[in-house]
């Protein structure tokens, strides 16, 4: 899109959905949310920035691709059930710890299953947006933006 507004405003919304993303996941084992439902905020930010800026610039801010955040998210929740056998209970068994990374917020194995669900969510609607915005004339769309940018630098 060809929109100051709509850039200027995801510079500012990005961190804050986020950050809300975060929160829906870590306030998921007493309230509603969790992994699924912040993963898929996330996976919104993402969206919102692509369409500002394109799906190029939009890759540049991941620290890793999405098909990387699938795989680390599925080991997480994968391994997240293994420190219950290593205690003799079954397989996915809760196991809670009385440290606190955030107040009201206890280390566990839900935990661990919850970023790994968050992880898996956000970067398979990631890649999903990715893919569909990159085939559907990825060409067109970076020509546009790089027109853009010329036209600021002419601008300014």
């Known amino acids: 899109m060809n929109s100051i507004i709509l850039r200027t405003g995801t510079v ?3 961190p804050l959905l986020l950050l809300v993303s975060v929160v829906i996941l870590l306030r998921g084992h007493n309230e509603p ?25 939009a890759r540049k801010l991941l620290p890793i691709g999405p098909e990387a955040m699938i795989g680390v998210g599925l080991l997480l929740a994968l391994f997240s ?4 056998m290593f205690a003799g209970l079954p397989a996915f068994k809760a196991l809670w710890t009385d440290f606190e990374p955030v107040q009201g917020v206890k280390f566990s194995t839900p935990l661990i299953f919850d970023v790994g669900v968050y992880l898996t969510v956000a970067g398979v609607v990631i890649l999903i ?3 569909i915005a990159e085939y559907r004339g990825h060409r067109a769309i970076d020509a546009q933006h790089a027109s853009d940018a010329r036209a600021r630098e002419e601008a300014s």
């Open 12 to 14: 500012f919304i990005l």
């Open 33 to 57: 949310g969790g992994g699924f439902v912040g993963g898929l905020t996330a996976a919104t930010a993402m969206l919102l920035h692509m369409l500002a800026f394109g799906p190029k610039e």
């Open 81 to 84: 059930g293994i420190p219950a």
């Open 129 to 131: 947006i990715f893919s």
